[in-house]
């Protein structure tokens, strides 16, 4: 589902955000991303998104070569895919339910499909009653949910999620972290990038660590033994 | 309905929301855009009427043909059926009796005229030909004079070439200020987008990242500077028709001392539809320029 072969990413000032970075990813998986601040998930994460390209190597999501898009194809691949930033990119001057039309909008959902699908993703992530409120009336973990609501509602087979639990508190973290799993569960493939070992799950989950953007992938084993490493 | 047309009916819903989201914005625009688009509409519907004033006007791009004073019925009836036959124009034949009569009825002529031991007036034809161009009168002229029993032709030809001349310098001018302001609209339109642009950043960036494609973003910029093309367009046909009723009758009582059944023809619906039409084309080609430049940032 996601192959990255070999990736280096580096900036024009010279920095390398990612070096020779391989991995892969089969359908269904969910996989996090760990790594502290500056070791590059942010950089692997834009380039899974195609915001940014590789300086070598390659990137193939769902049989695309990510290196070998036109311009013009980006849109459609991020379509594919649901994404969640790392600061939710919530638009505040429209309504919940508003947010949550745009993906639908932009792929051009006959107005009342889109409405039942809308209203479905937000009762799926916990927010059924909240359609008429502006995000800035939400509470971080909510806000976080609606983000997840908007990056579900076109029903995508990849979940690419930036630090989804910064700044929630424990029981927000583990609501969220428990929508993704769920997403899982019905096949959807979910890359969590994360800097808190703390917000890792208790079941035994895949761990792939970037540390100065270098890859490694942490054998599977128990959250308390995860996090002692990423200590 | 298919997912094509959605997407514009939605596109254009945008754009009206975006217009009507600041009225005050929306007016000041649409008024600035108004006043550029209504100079030249009214420049160029004056020469209109100047050029229409031209050819109704008595004396005027017309050419007098005076027969020998010889010349019988059978010469009259031979020209006659030559301006038929060359279908020049409107024609009419003015008797040497008909042209001693208004001779003695001009004010001071009648003592001078009773005192003539004969009528020293020919017969004459004054024509109106149908191509009131300069070189064409003079091409006419020239034939006329070379019929049989033609004594003379007179063409004002420096007076015709004079007022031909100013109408195209007049023409000239307005298409010259036409241009200025088609650029003035452009420059509106472009501040106008760029101005959306900057207010829809953080939409347009968020809809990006979420698989929205060119077209998608650039949609509803485009329509939005249509639209107020449009409306500048329609705004600028209610300024012009505004001041032509307001012209209209002193107009007419000008024409009226001079002796001429002369109104001035204002704007036809067609013209309505044009400058909107002028109008959206320029909005959307500022809109189109705006987004170009502005969206940029966004890719």
């Known amino acids: 589902m996601i192959t990255a072969s070999d990736v280096t990413k580096r900036y024009p000032e010279g920095r390398e955000a990612l070096r020779h970075v391989s991995f892969e990813i089969t359908a269904g998986e969910m996989v996090f991303l760990t790594g502290h601040s500056g070791a590059g998930k942010s950089t692997l994460f834009k380039l899974l998104a195609a915001i940014e390209r590789p300086t070598s190597g390659s990137i193939v999501i769902s049989g695309q070569n990510l290196a070998a898009l036109s311009r013009s194809a980006v849109p459609y691949l991020r379509r594919k895919l649901g994404l969640l930033f790392q600061d939710r990119k919530l638009l505040f001057d ?96 979910v890359l969590i990038a994360t800097h808190d070992p703390a917000s890792l799950p208790a079941q035994r989950p895949r761990v792939l660590r970037l540390d100065h953007g270098e890859m490694t992938e942490l054998p599977p084993t128990s959250d308390a033994a995860v996090a002692g490493v990423l200590a | 309905m298919s ?83 060359g ?77 031909d001349a100013l109408l195209r310098l007049g023409h000239l001018i307005v298409m010259l200020l036409g241009v200025l302001f088609a650029g003035a609209l452009v420059t509106i339109t472009f501040n106008t987008i760029r101005l959306q642009i900057l207010a829809q950043a953080a939409e347009i960036e968020v809809a990006r990242l979420i698989g929205a494609t060119d077209s998608y973003i650039q949609r509803p910029l485009h329509y939005f500077g249509m639209l107020q093309g449009a409306l500048g367009g329609l705004c600028a046909a209610l300024l012009v028709g505004i001041g ?7 107009v007419a009582e000008l024409a009226q001392l001079y002796g001429a059944n002369f109104a001035l023809q204002g704007l036809l619906a067609l013209h309505v539809a044009a400058l909107a039409a002028i109008g959206a084309t320029l909005g959307w080609l500022g809109a189109k320029i705006s987004v170009l430049i502005h969206l940029r940032r966004f890719a």
């Open chain 1, 94 to 189: 429209r309504t919940v339910l508003d947010n949550v039309l745009l993906p639908l909008a932009i792929v051009g959902h006959p107005p009342r499909d889109a409405l039942r699908r809308a209203q479905a993703a937000l009762a799926k992530v916990g927010l059924p009653n909240r359609e008429r409120t502006l995000p800035i009336a939400l509470s971080g973990g909510e806000q976080q949910r609606l983000a997840i609501a908007r990056a579900v509602v076109n029903r995508p087979a990849i979940i690419l999620a930036d630090e989804p639990t910064a700044n929630l508190d424990a029981a927000s973290a583990r609501e969220i972290l428990e929508i993704f799993h769920a997403f899982q569960q019905v096949g959807v493939t």
């Open chain 2, 87 to 163: 279908k020049v124009g409107k024609w009419r034949f003015v008797p040497r009796e008909e042209a001693l009569k208004r001779l003695q009825a001009a004010e001071g002529m009648a003592d001078i005229v009773a005192s003539l031991p004969r009528n020293p007036l020919p017969d004459a034809f004054v024509v109106t030909p149908a191509d009131s161009q300069p070189a064409e009168l003079e091409r006419l002229a020239k034939s006329f004079s070379g019929w049989p029993k033609v004594a003379h032709v007179q063409l004002d030809s420096a007076w015709v070439k004079r007022f």
């Open chain 2, 244 to 250: 032509f009723h307001l012209l209209t009758p002193l």
């Open chain 2, 3 to 85: 997912v094509w047309l959605a997407q514009h009916l939605a596109a254009i819903r945008d754009a009206c929301r975006r217009l009507a989201a600041a009225p005050l914005n929306s007016l000041l625009s649409l008024l600035v855009i108004g006043i550029a688009l209504t100079l030249p509409t009214a420049g160029w519907l004056m020469i209109d009427n100047l050029r229409a004033l031209s050819g109704d006007s008595p004396g005027v791009q017309q050419i007098s043909i005076f027969l020998g004073l010889e010349a019988g019925k059978r010469e009259i009836a031979e020209i006659e059926a030559r301006l038929q036959a």
